[in-house]
């Protein structure tokens, strides 16, 4: 099979996302789920709006300590501005014009 460049490129960024976080195929999110789940809050503020775009979904299992109660599903809103308050919209360290997640359960 051949590839042009930029179908190698995204199948190489599609993979490097997919391998920085624990994918857990019985997380269940909106739609089926994403799969992909983290600890809590501070975890999620390291994924990075390049992946974030790629990965679009994320279960979080808590907001300081996985299983405190507070964690939920995230959805990425790209080039969304909400302001950050730590629990419903969450930016990422690399914020810088836009992108953030936001809680939907």
């Not at 960024?13 to 909106?30: E, K, N």
């Not at 999620?44 to 996985?66: C, E, F, H, W, Y």
């Not at 914020?95 to 939907?104: A, D, N, P, R, S």
């Amino acid at each position: 099979i051949q590839m042009n460049s930029l179908t190698y490129t995204n199948r190489q960024q599609a993979r490097i996302a997919y391998t920085r976080f624990r994918y857990d195929p019985t997380a269940t999110g909106v739609g089926g789920g994403s799969g992909f789940v983290v600890a809590n809050i501070a975890a999620l503020r390291l994924i990075t709006s390049a992946d974030a775009i790629l990965i679009k979904q994320v279960t979080v299992q808590g907001n300081i300590t996985a299983e405190d109660g507070l964690g939920g599903i995230y959805t990425w809103f790209a080039g969304d501005t909400s302001a950050h308050d730590d629990n419903g919209v969450v930016r990422p360290n690399d914020y810088t014009t836009g992108g953030v997640w936001k809680k939907l359960v």
